[in-house]
C-alpha cells in the first residue's frame, strides 16, 4: 500500500482554469512534505516544503497547504508552461532522511 | 554552467556488466544524492553520502554502490547489471543535511538500459 498517494493522476485545464492537486499520506511523524515539479526529460525542480498543519507557502501561481492528512497543490489561472508533472514526497523523520514520494500528477495546461 | 551534471546521459547496456555513472556538481554543496526513476515515474531514494558519512536506503541491492572521489563528485557504480536495473537515475545535492528540504537541486538524469 502507497504511503504517499496523489491524484489525480493526470489532469487537463484550459488556460486560466484554477484547480487543485491533492497529496494524501499515511505515514505518521511527519518531518517534511515536499512538492516538486519535473518536466519530461529533465530532473524534479524543488518546489516548497511544508512542516506543520496549517502551513501555506506560495510562488507564483502556486500554493501549496497542509493539514494532518493530505496536502494541496492550488494553481491559480495556469498557463501552458505549467504544464509538467507534479511530485509530492514525504519525509517520516528519524535518523536519515529517506523521503517517501507519490506518482505524480501529470498536468497540461491548453492554451 | 550546469549546477549538478551527469555522464551519461544514456547508457545501453548488456545484463551481467558492470557500469558506472558520474555526477558532478559546482554549488560546493555538503550533502549529495542518488535516486531511482522507474517505468511508472516513481521516484525512490537509494543513498545520501554527507561529509563522507554514507546513508542507505535498505531497500536497495548492494550490487549498487557509490563512490565519493571528493565533494564536489558522487559516482554510481552497478555490478552484475539485471533487467529491472532499467531506470532513469537522478543525482541531487543540497548545502547541508539540516537544509536539504529547502534546496535540493536535481541533475538531468541518466537513463539506463539494459538488455
Known amino acids: 500500500e502507497d504511503q504517499v498517494t496523489q491524484s489525480p493522476e493526470a489532469l487537463r485545464l484550459q488556460e486560466g482554469e484554477s484547480s487543485s492537486l491533492n497529496c494524501s499520506y499515511t505515514v505518521s511523524g511527519l518531518r517534511g512534505l515536499f512538492w516538486y515539479r519535473q518536466d519530461p526529460g529533465k530532473g524534479p525542480e524543488f518546489l516548497f516544503t511544508l512542516y506543520s498543519a496549517g502551513e501555506e507557502k506560495e510562488k507564483e501561481r502556486l500554493k501549496a497547504t497542509l493539514t494532518k492528512k493530505e496536502s494541496f497543490l492550488h494553481i491559480t489561472a495556469p498557463k501552458p508552461e505549467d504544464s509538467a508533472t507534479y511530485l509530492c514526497?514525504?519525509?517520516?523523520?528519524?535518523?536519515?532522511?529517506?523521503?517517501?514520494f507519490g506518482r505524480g500528477t501529470s498536468l497540461i495546461v491548453h492554451p | 554552467d550546469t549546477a549538478v551534471s551527469q555522464t551519461p546521459k544514456y547508457l545501453v547496456t548488456q545484463m551481467g556488466n558492470d557500469k558506472s555513472i558520474k555526477c558532478e556538481q559546482n554549488?560546493?554543496?555538503?550533502?549529495m544524492y542518488w535516486y531511482k526513476q522507474d517505468s511508472k515515474k516513481f521516484l525512490k531514494i537509494m543513498f545520501s553520502y554527507n561529509n563522507k558519512e554514507l546513508i542507505i536506503n535498505e531497500t536497495v541491492p548492494n550490487r549498487f554502490s557509490p563512490k565519493s572521489p571528493d565533494k564536489a563528485h558522487l559516482n554510481l557504480h552497478i555490478n552484475s547489471l539485471e533487467l529491472g536495473d532499467s531506470a532513469v537515475y537522478f543525482c541531487a545535492s543540497s548545502p547541508r543535511r539540516g537544509a536539504y528540504q529547502e534546496t535540493q537541486y536535481f541533475g538531468p538524469g541518466t537513463r539506463l538500459l539494459v538488455l
Open positions: 554549488l560546493g554543496h555538503d550533502t
Open positions: 514526497a514525504v519525509d517520516q523523520g528519524g535518523g536519515s532522511y529517506i523521503p517517501t
